[in-house]
């Protein structure tokens, strides 16, 4: 049982006026360029609400990029729910690649200011790895996917494309690198 009283209505308005604005300057990456103060005049509320909600400049971060996780995992279950699993899990993979590639500045923003907080990050990677464990293991057992390959590896290949996204021709290689993974985890047919 949670200790938190849910927030009225009014204030949860403000609260996500506060993460959407954040997450808007965190997308052109001039979140460091902003005063804290400067994001509840953007929000349209009053400081003190900001400082009420988001005490601090990364407790701000920490609540746009558990946003962010939510709705990613959001994403997985709503594919695992509407499409066969392997279609789900390509699906949701792809799906990366066009987050990654239209939140650049949204990531390279919360890796700075998540950098000395490697809990939160290990947190959100754990859900998210949770996420692509359900998609592989729904594939598996639909025996689209082979068995010997965890969602460890696709994890790994995941944080690597949004690691590489500084290469000249990232978004083409970043296609090319999922189609290997999903290739990689096809299960094999046996002839004859």
């Known amino acids: ?19 959407a604005t954040a997450r808007e300057v965190f997308d052109t990456g001039g979140f460091f360029d902003l005063r804290f103060d400067d994001f509840a005049r953007l929000a349209g509320v ?20 558990h946003g962010e996780v939510a709705a990613l995992c959001d994403r ?18 792809r799906g990366m690649v066009e987050h990654i590639a239209a939140h ?10 998540m950098a000395d907080r490697s809990g939160v990050l ?8 949770q996420a692509v464990t359900d998609l592989v293991t ?14 460890g590896a696709v994890m790994m290949a995941l944080h690597g494309i949004g690691a590489a996204h500084d290469r000249p021709d990232w978004r083409a290689e970043a296609d090319d690198i999922i189609t290997l993974v999903l290739d990689g985890l096809r299960r094999p047919h046996s002839d004859g």
């Open 1 to 19: 049982m949670s200790a938190e009283k849910p927030l009225r209505a009014d204030a949860q308005r403000k609260r996500e006026a506060l993460l």
């Open 104 to 113: 650049e500045g949204l990531a390279r923003t919360l890796a700075t200011l």
């Open 76 to 93: 997985a279950r709503q594919l695992q729910a509407t499409l066969p699993a392997a279609e789900a899990l390509a699906t949701f993979l």
């Open 122 to 129: 290990a947190e959100g990677s754990r859900a998210l790895e």
């Open 138 to 151: 729904a594939a598996v057992r639909d025996g689209a996917v082979r068995d010997d390959v965890g969602a």
């Open 46 to 65: 009053g400081t003190g609400t900001l400082y009420r909600h988001f005490p601090t400049r990364e407790a701000l971060a920490e609540a746009v990029y």
